[in-house]
């Protein structure tokens, strides 16, 4: 598996971009990391780093936390994502991921999410997963949901008399 990881790596060309500015990174390179922010664009919109400008380092941190089986595979479908081949199999374009429109990358991930392999479903699943988690950990995104943070760093959150703002209508009290 780490000679196709590495191969991929060698013919990986993805668009550079501007907004693409990162620090140190573990898992991902400067190559992953740009194949990441275009299929990231295309599941949460092209302004999603406003409100997590930490995008790229929070998923190489994320894969700190996978088994390394798990976290060689994710890094082998982004780079399987930017191949003319496949983008070519998925959806009959002949060009890298991350050199098309965000229309097409878009229309590629309903590919991948209607695909009749369950293969396709999968990186489907875990494009939009890895990308939503991201996103939504942001703090910044957190007033958007309507929620006022971790209880731990707001403790006022659960000093609060029934119904409290998450179960308005359960009355019964919070052990804790």
């Known amino acids: 598996?780490?000679?196709?990881?590495?191969?991929?790596?060698?013919?990986?060309n993805p668009k550079k971009r501007a907004e693409?500015?990162?620090?140190?990174?573990?898992?991902?390179?400067?190559?992953?990391?740009?194949?990441l922010f275009a299929i990231a664009e295309a599941v949460l919109g092209e302004k999603f780093l406003l409100k997590a400008p930490k995008f790229i380092e929070t998923v190489d941190d994320f894969l700190n936390y996978q088994r390394p089986a798990q976290r060689e595979q994710f890094l082998t479908a982004l780079l399987l994502a930017e191949t003319r081949l496949f983008n070519f199999i998925?959806?009959?374009?002949?060009?890298?991921?991350?050199?098309?429109?965000?229309?097409?990358?878009q229309e590629t991930l309903e590919k991948l999410r209607s695909s009749?392999?369950?293969?396709?479903?999968?990186?489907?699943?875990?494009?939009?997963?890895?990308?939503?988690?991201?996103?939504?950990?942001?703090?910044?995104?957190?007033?958007?949901?309507g929620y006022p943070g971790v209880s731990v760093d707001h403790p006022e959150i659960l000093n609060q008399p029934p119904p409290i703002p998450w179960r308005p209508t359960d009355p019964r009290p919070i052990d804790p």
Do not use: C
């Open 90 to 105: 998925v959806g009959g374009n002949l060009e890298s991921f991350s050199h098309m429109s965000l229309a097409e990358r």
């Open 116 to 145: 009749k392999q369950q293969q396709g479903r999968n990186i489907y699943a875990a494009f939009v997963n890895v990308s939503a988690s991201t996103y939504y950990s942001s703090e910044l995104t957190w007033p958007d949901l």
């Open 1 to 12: 598996m780490a000679g196709l990881l590495d191969t991929l790596n060698e013919i990986a």
């Open 20 to 35: 693409v500015i990162h620090g140190p990174l573990e898992h991902l390179n400067d190559k992953t990391a740009l194949i």
